[in-house]
């Protein structure tokens, strides 16, 4: 719990009730700025510090000047009789300090709360002050725009006093135009009459012409009835010239393969006649060497034959002998008679 003054701060421990033995001789020093609260250091000679000496915040401004504005929003909020009062109950309660230790703690307590209230009004009126301010300088702002606004407001004025002007001009010279206009049209009027007169007979000659046309449109209906079926009948015949087309076309692809199928085998046959032609030269070769072994044979064949048959003559001739040996054999009256035989 602590009680200060003007910067003066007295700190008792929690709970406890002051007595003479723990008021200090030189009592703790806080600066006097509400938002700042460092200790000071004092050594008891001359005036005590009431604020930092070297202490800056935000704008290079110092404690001083800060409590400074801080008391003019006291004033301005009305609280300055209120922190009279709390001063003035305060500087009492430490003259009395320690005769009334006993009633120290209850009126800490009240001291604290009226500090605590007197600060949230402080805080209330400077948030005040700043709107305020807020609010001139909005104000100062629109009526710098309404000025602009006036001047813009004025410049179009004068423009449309111009325009005005110019406007007026130019009906004069249209009024002037509008009846050079209606003397021109009133020619033209009359001209038109006339052409009206033309147009007439020119809608009489282009009726004729109508009929005319008509007839001939009739004649070029019954003209184009008979080119259409004459139309359907080509292209009856078209489709089937395609149809025909389409059946020589294929034709003539079956007869394209058939060539080519032909060609191929042309060019097999060739090959295989090349192949033949050497096989009959090599046939030939070897029907040369079987007719030159054929002849040798028939010579040998010829021997042969020639030799079969002094053999055959041989054989017939034995076999005449032995026929007639048997014969002489087989007769007793002729065995002793038996020509001898050549002696061996």
Same mark, same amino acid.
């Given at each position: 719990?602590?009680?200060?003054?003007?910067?003066?701060?007295?700190?008792?421990?929690?709970?406890?009730?002051?007595?003479?033995?723990?008021?200090?001789?030189?009592?703790?020093?806080?600066?006097?700025?509400?938002?700042?609260?460092?200790?000071?250091?004092?050594?008891?000679?001359?005036?005590?510090?009431?604020?930092?000496?070297?202490?800056?915040?935000?704008?290079?401004?110092?404690?001083?000047?800060?409590?400074?504005?801080?008391?003019?929003?006291?004033?301005?909020?009305?609280?300055?009789?209120?922190?009279?009062?709390?001063?003035?109950?305060?500087?009492?309660?430490?003259?009395?300090?320690?005769?009334?230790?006993?009633?120290?703690?209850?009126?800490?307590?009240?001291?604290?709360?009226?500090?605590?209230?007197?600060?949230?009004?402080?805080?209330?009126?400077?948030?005040?002050?700043?709107?305020?301010?807020?609010?001139?300088?909005?104000?100062?702002?629109?009526?710098?725009?309404?000025?602009?606004?006036?001047?813009?407001?004025?410049?179009?004025?004068?423009?449309?006093?111009?325009?005005?002007?110019?406007?007026?001009?130019?009906?004069?010279?249209?009024?002037? #135009? !509008?009846?050079?206009? *209606? &003397? /021109? =049209?009133?020619? @033209?009027?009359? +001209?038109? %009459?006339?052409?009206?007169?033309?147009?007439?007979?020119?809608?009489?000659?282009?009726?004729?012409?109508?009929?005319?046309?008509?007839?001939?449109?009739?004649?070029?209906?019954?003209?184009?009835?008979?080119?259409?079926?004459?139309?359907?009948?080509?292209?009856?015949?078209?489709?089937?010239?395609?149809?025909?087309?389409?059946?020589?076309?294929?034709?003539?692809?079956?007869?394209?393969?058939?060539?080519?199928?032909?060609?191929?085998?042309?060019?097999?046959?060739?090959?295989?006649?090349?192949?033949?032609?050497?096989?009959?030269?090599?046939?030939?070769?070897?029907?040369?060497?079987?007719?030159?072994?054929?002849?040798?044979?028939?010579?040998?064949?010829? #021997? !042969?034959?020639?030799? *079969? &048959? /002094? =053999?055959?003559? @041989?054989?017939? +001739?034995? %076999?005449?002998?032995?026929?007639?040996?048997?014969?002489?054999?087989?007769?007793?009256?002729?065995?002793?008679?038996?020509?001898?035989?050549?002696?061996?």
């Amino acid at each position: 719990m602590s009680a200060g003054r003007r910067g003066v701060q007295i700190t008792f421990p929690p709970g406890s009730v002051p007595t003479a033995d723990i008021i200090p001789a030189f009592p703790v020093r806080r600066c006097g700025y509400s938002q700042c609260g460092n200790e000071l250091t004092y050594d008891g000679k001359g005036r005590p510090p009431e604020y930092c000496p070297d202490r800056r915040w935000p704008g290079n401004k110092t404690c001083r000047q800060l409590a400074a504005t801080e008391r003019e929003g006291i004033r301005a909020a009305g609280l300055d009789a209120v922190l009279d009062e709390y001063t003035a109950t305060t500087d009492r309660l430490l003259s009395a300090a320690r005769p009334l230790a006993e009633h120290l703690n209850a009126v800490l307590t009240t001291v604290g709360e009226v500090r605590s209230g007197a600060l949230t009004r402080i805080g209330e009126a400077e948030r005040q002050v700043a709107e305020a301010l807020e609010r001139a300088a909005e104000a100062d702002r629109v009526a710098q725009a309404a000025r602009a606004e006036e001047a813009r407001a004025a410049g179009a004025a004068a423009a449309a006093q111009a325009q005005a002007e110019q406007v007026e001009a130019r009906m004069l010279e249209v009024r002037a #135009d !509008a009846e050079n206009q *209606v &003397a /021109a =049209a009133t020619h @033209r009027l009359a +001209a038109v %009459e006339r052409q009206h007169g033309q147009a007439v007979a020119a809608q009489r000659t282009a009726e004729s012409n109508q009929r005319a046309a008509e007839l001939r449109s009739v004649k070029a209906i019954a003209e184009a009835t008979l080119l259409r079926k004459q139309a359907e009948q080509a292209e009856s015949e078209i489709a089937k010239l395609r149809n025909q087309v389409q059946a020589a076309d294929n034709d003539r692809r079956m007869l394209t393969q058939r060539i080519k199928d032909l060609t191929q085998r042309n060019t097999d046959m060739t090959d295989q006649q090349r192949t033949s032609a050497e096989r009959e030269k090599k046939l030939d070769t070897v029907v040369a060497a079987l007719r030159e072994e054929n002849t040798a044979l028939n010579t040998r064949l010829n #021997d !042969a034959r020639v030799t *079969v &048959a /002094a =053999a055959d003559a @041989r054989a017939e +001739a034995a %076999e005449a002998r032995y026929t007639e040996l048997l014969t002489v054999l087989s007769d007793p009256a002729r065995r002793g008679a038996a020509p001898k035989g050549p002696t061996a």
